[in-house]
């Protein structure tokens, strides 16, 4: 298998997906998902692929653009997605989309994304390759 073939394959085996429930002692006065605890969970999803990807120490150094498309209401089911967008050669960017469905609907669709970057740390704390 050629190297292209084995990055391609360790960066599908890093999509992670996480699923949960908003429930009201998660949102605001308005009754939808705090953003905090949105950024919150993204950062947590994000980490997880990262770590699959290298299966090194990690450390989060920017969260880049996140978009709040549509606020996520109490009682909804959402469902994050990380996918691994970038490798370099001691950070690893991460692309999160949260998606949201309706307890008794079909119907999910995208409502929040953004970027997550890590590097990853050796033994010294001191950033170190992700690959090798």
Not at 83 to 102: L, M, P, Q, W, Y
């Amino acid at each position: 298998m050629t190297d292209d073939a084995l990055l391609a394959k360790r960066i599908e085996y890093a999509v992670t997906r996480v699923t949960k429930t908003v429930f009201p002692g998660r949102t605001n006065h308005h009754n939808t998902l705090f953003g905090g605890e949105a950024l919150a969970w993204m950062d947590e999803a994000a980490f997880i692929a990262a770590t699959r990807f290298c299966r090194k120490p990690l450390v989060t150094v920017c969260s880049d653009r996140v978009d709040f498309k549509e606020s996520i209401p109490a009682g909804t089911i959402i469902e994050l997605v990380a996918r691994i967008a970038h490798v370099g050669r001691t950070s690893i960017k991460v692309d999160v989309d949260i998606f949201v469905e309706n307890m008794y609907d079909d119907d999910q669709h995208k409502a929040i994304s953004g970027n997550f970057t890590f590097v990853a740390l050796g033994p010294d704390r001191k950033p170190t390759p992700v690959l090798g």
